[in-house]
């Protein structure tokens, strides 16, 4: 009994299809373009140009990521436009922290069964977030894995590397008592907590249409799915002017467990929140019932980006950040004490110690 000859088709891994999605995302990529960085995809790497993009003795700063659960309520919702932003935003907001100015990315998009017209959706989006942080898409990488993810699910993974000239480097060292927090506003949840954001929503039973007066009738869809803030075209002048000591991305950990990353060992920051968290976060709280010490190490609660800075420039800084389109408030300061923050807030006080 012949059998018919097997083909990869057969298994379900369609490479008409992914090189119908290459061509598709071609001119995507291009439009990413940026000194240094001449954007054409189908090769085995991608080339970046140091020495175009204007650096003499520079470190490469990298960083990688993912967008978590959160595309879990992108998948149920059908929006994709929006998940590229918060994939490329959860990098390079994190080189920038470093000092480190994106210079390129590279992406990682996985799913059972390729469908073209999301991947696009989804790689216009990675593009639109390399747009705002000014880092060109040189490359990626498409796996269609039959069995391995269900009917209509995929994940993302980025990487993006930048650089920034050795004596630029942004380390946090000369943060010191006396100091200056400014948080910057973040545009919601950004990318952190999702697993549970969706469990008080399976909890009680929420609908992702469901629309908000106090939101302006956006649904609950649309404000869970804004797409992280990157902060890296306002941050980077001040930076490279030397007009900032310390960067922190809130992200996994809040408020609490990330400023702690860039203080030296005798800085404690103190942060004050005042009257309730964002609508959205106080939605959240009381849909879950979390304890507010909860909120402040599990969600961003309102400040996406933490800036820190000598009392001497704290209102040039605020003014130039908001001439650059951020929303900035004066959150705190500086005290003597051990590595570590405390948040404050109308409910309590809460203290996180880190020594190592």
């Known amino acids: 009994m012949s059998q018919k000859p097997l083909t ?3 298994a379900g891994v369609s490479i008409d299809a992914g090189n119908a999605l290459v061509k598709t995302i071609g001119p995507i990529a291009r439009s990413t373009s940026r000194p240094g960085a001449d954007v054409e995809l189908g090769g085995f790497g991608g080339f970046f140009d140091l020495k175009a993009a204007g650096y003499d003795n520079p470190l490469l700063v990298a960083a990688n990521d993912g967008v978590g659960t959160k595309l879990k309520l992108a998948i149920e919702a059908g929006k994709h436009d929006g998940v590229g932003v918060d994939l490329v935003a959860m990098c390079a907001n994190d080189l920038i ?3 480190a100015e994106p210079l390129f990315f590279l992406d990682y998009y996985a799913t059972g069964k390729l469908d073209n017209a999301v991947a696009a959706e989804v790689v216009a989006s990675i593009a639109e977030g390399c747009r705002q942080a000014g880092c060109a898409l040189i490359g990626g990488e498409t796996a269609e894995m039959p069995g391995m993810y269900s009917a209509g699910d995929y994940d993302l993974a980025g990487f993006c590397v930048g650089a920034v000239n050795r004596d630029k480097v942004l380390t946090g060292a000369d943060i010191a008592p006396g100091d200056v927090i400014l948080g910057l506003a973040s545009s919601g949840v950004h990318s952190n907590g999702f697993s549970l954001v969706r469990r008080i929503i399976a909890e009680r039973g929420w609908k992702l249409e469901e629309r908000y007066p106090w939101a302006g009738g956006r649904s609950l869809a649309d404000l869970l ?4 803030r990157i902060y890296v075209r306002s941050l980077l002048p001040l930076v490279q002017q030397r007009k900032v000591k310390g960067l922190a ?6 408020l609490l467990e990330n400023i702690p990353r860039v203080l030296p060992q005798d800085c404690h920051a103190v942060v004050e929140i005042e009257g309730a968290f964002p609508a959205l976060f106080e939605l959240l709280r009381e849909g879950g019932g979390i304890e507010p010490s909860e909120m402040v190490r599990t969600f961003n609660c309102g400040f996406g980006m933490v800036v820190v800075v000598s009392e001497a420039l704290a209102r040039e800084v605020a003014t130039a ?12 300061g500086i005290e003597a004490g051990p590595r570590g923050c405390t948040v404050n807030g109308p409910e309590g006080s809460w203290t996180a110690t880190h020594n190592a």
Do not use: K
């Open 8 to 10: 990869y088709a057969d």
């Open 97 to 99: 922290v470093q000092g």
């Open 225 to 228: 799915l804004e797409p992280t």
């Open 321 to 332: 950040l908001e001439g650059a389109g951020e929303t900035v408030s004066r959150i705190g």
């Open 249 to 254: 991305h809130i992200t996994g950990g809040g």
